[in-house]
């Protein structure tokens, strides 16, 4: 595509182009923005190129060889990516007839056999991902093995689009970013305010009853906290502040655990009181470059469904289980019953002794083992801190979505000296388990939004009820039965406009929601609602107070989500 791009707009840079996880891009320095025109001339031209059916050339060069040719080329990205490769590293160069680029490869054998692609889109891209540099212009591509393949992925591709949650969260009224006075920050509409409310409120009463108590921490402290938890020298680049209180250095706070710790510490434990399981939906702040900013899915705040588990060593088998438990009964209620779990293991760079790690990981095994979790190993891919289990949930259309994660913490424990006394009265360290359920409120709402395309089970639907009076004269009876509708918990709204029963029906109808409840003299005398559903159509007139019981039962059995652990 490289190749293609500079034959067909002469004196074009080019940068980096990575491969991602369903294609690849490629980021330029050119004259003027893609058009979508050019990039049906760049396909072709691609086309072309590999018609040409040039054999791949691999060439490895020095540092001073490499920087030397890239500069008389005039690529002065290339040079800074090589001054930027360490020293000893090898340098390699892929040629196809007269054309070589910076790459680390491997190739395929010619350009022949790249015959299925196809050119997405095009976005503009800061140079190494900096407000600061020079905007790119980044051309987004995809390639198969065969033509079913790629047309199955397009066809993907459209479902994805319509399920996209910025513009159903437009269209549903449901939230907006805060774009001209703070991006990545999320403002909830009364909408989502509602949905928001719900999964908080069943959080927190599933927390209570599994054995976690409850607690909440403040948005900022001195910055020495950070200093000591290791967040300063870790995730400094993901840090907002300081801000100065007292002619003292305060920190927003990007993670919620060094609060927990301090909890702890505001008296000895005991042993005999291990575990604790402290819970917070607690609100964090993290720097996220604005090109990575995507709608609920990559924000600046947020809420994670946080909690910390203090307990012994040999408690932590079965507190790893409790959580797997939790984890899966509260993903299938919300209609998730496919996942994909990851058991990551010790990195090269590790705190802690290789024993605690040996221990801890097999402990994470045996958990994962009992509760029937099938799981792939992740070999050196946990935290320096502790192994961890990673689950991913799919959705509807089979996207995979990071949200759950259990992970083991001996560094956190160590640098705020945390200890118990043990049953002979000398003193060791707990364990610490970060876990979250759900991941962050907004990321799993926007999950959610476009697992459901905007239509929510009845439970989660902002306005479970439209009732539809069909003239003025029914306008004070369906007011009378929406009080009544919310006095059982049922959140409804009443159309009562001045509009034909036709437009009522499909503003209801486009707002996804769940029952439509019409109302005219006949159902004003007999007592009775004419019910339209959102998935089972006309429903026929009903006696409203059994209806009312069935919507109520609806809701408090949110779909029934009791099923096995087994994915």
Known sequence: MANAVQELFPGTKVTIGPVIDEGFFYDFDVARPFAPEDLIKIEKKMTEIAGRDLPFERIEMSRGEAIAFFEKKGENYKVEIIQGIPVGQAITCFKHGDWIDLCKGPHVRSTGELKVFKLLSVAGAYWRGSERNKMLQRIYGTAFLTAKGLSDYLNRLKEAELRDHRRLGRELDLFSTLEADGPGLILWHPKGAIVRKVIEDLWRERHVTGGYQLVFTPHIARRDLWRTSGHLDFYKDFLYGPMEVEGVDYQLKPMNCPFHIKIYQTRLRSYRELPFRWAELGTVYRYERSGVLHGLLRVRGFTQDDAHIFCRPDQLETEV?????????????????????????????????????????????????????????????????GPKIDIKINDAIGRAWQCSTIQVDFNLPQRFDLNYVTEKGGRERPIMVHRALLGSLERFFGVLIEHYTGAFPVWLAPVQAALLPISEGENSHAARLAQRFREAGVRVEVDSRNEKLGAKIREAELAKIPYMLIIGKKEVMQGTVSVRSRHRGDLGSLEVDPFLRDLMDEIRLKGGEQKSLRS
């Open 321 to 385: 289980g409790g959580v797997l438990e939790f984890t899966f009964s509260m993903l299938r209620t919300f209609g998730f019953n496919s996942f994909d779990v990851k058991l990551s293991t010790r990195p090269e760079k590790y705190v802690g002794s290789l024993d605690d790690w040996e221990k801890a990981t097999a402990a994470l095994q045996s958990a994962l083992k009992n509760k029937g979790v099938a799981y792939e190993e992740d070999p050196g891919e946990g935290v320096f801190y």
